[in-house]
């Protein structure tokens, strides 16, 4: 599917990954809708740039995608400002450390929901509205920790395994006009809290001994948009190797 002219959802787009995303699908000439949750700042100056630097529209729409409710508006908004929503990317995402021993079920709930639940809702309305179109394209945006969990991100680790579930059923649910395709990225941006030492060890777990970086991401998922129209229910690992190191 070429994206000139398409409508994209980004979700989490207004910030890190997710801005990244925004701006190389507006780059190949893609509508931009900007979800944001607390970011409204930053989605209000991509809005901006994206608009300046490639004269695309774009949008901000807010939303706690912990709340079932706020999803519903979220796709709705979209829909009535677009007509129409093309490409979904689940990008939004929480990422609690959770000590294992310690983890309470708010922290557990609240991850299911932002990483898992929404993107079930979001791909089964907006993938039912693409299917009736007769096209689209959903990207999640995963982990290769969904793959090999770490304990003190378990619920983390647990709700993108569980995406990686839903990649698979929503690519049989939304075929053949949808296509449904699932990044897992390594480590392309560390937290911001992380010492030296942390993102040294960070660095050399991977095979290629280097951090990726959004871009990669974002490159990643362009080509499943756009060079990939037999690709659906596939998992493509961009981690410098960290997956099999
Ligand atoms: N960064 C990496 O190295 C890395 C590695 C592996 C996988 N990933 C995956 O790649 C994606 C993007 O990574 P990232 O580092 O850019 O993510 P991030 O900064 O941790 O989070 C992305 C966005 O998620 C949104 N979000 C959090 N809670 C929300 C809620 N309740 N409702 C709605 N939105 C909410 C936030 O939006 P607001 O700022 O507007 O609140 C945030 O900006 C994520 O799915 C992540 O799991 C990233």
């Avoid at 787009?13 to 190389?24: D, E, H, L, N």
């Avoid at 979209?78 to 689940?90: A, E, G, M, R």
Wanted: glycine share 8%.
């Amino acid at each position: 599917m070429k994206l000139q002219g398409k409508v994209a959802l980004v979700t989490g787009g207004a910030k890190r990954v997710g801005r990244s995303i925004a701006m190389t699908l507006a780059q190949r000439g893609a509508k931009i809708a900007i979800h944001y949750n607390s970011s409204r700042k930053d989605a209000l100056l991509l809005r901006d740039e994206i608009e300046s630097s490639y004269g695309r529209d774009a949008e901000i729409f807010g939303a706690d995608l912990s709340k079932p409710g706020d999803v519903r508006r979220l796709s709705d908004a979209v829909l009535k400002y677009f007509d129409s929503v093309h490409v979904l990317i689940n990008s939004a995402s929480v990422y609690h450390k959770d000590q294992f021993g310690k983890t309470d079920s708010d922290s557990w709930d609240e991850t299911m929901a932002v990483n898992l639940r929404a993107p079930f809702l979001l791909g089964q309305s907006l993938g039912l509205e693409m299917k009736k179109a007769g096209e689209g394209k959903i990207i999640n945006i995963v982990d290769w920790a969904a793959k090999r969990p770490y304990v003190d991100y378990l619920p983390y680790c647990v709700s993108k395994a569980g995406l990686l579930c839903l990649n698979t059923a929503l690519a049989k649910a939304l075929a053949p006009e949808v296509q449904v395709n699932a990044v897992l990225p390594g480590p392309v941006l560390l937290p911001e809290s992380m010492n030296s030492k942390q993102r040294e060890a960070v660095r050399s777990a991977t095979l290629l001994k280097r951090l990726g970086s959004p871009d990669d991401v974002a490159r990643a998922v362009l080509f499943l948009i756009e060079d990939s129209d037999f690709v659906t229910g596939a998992e493509l690992t961009v981690d410098g190797g960290r997956l099999i190191a």
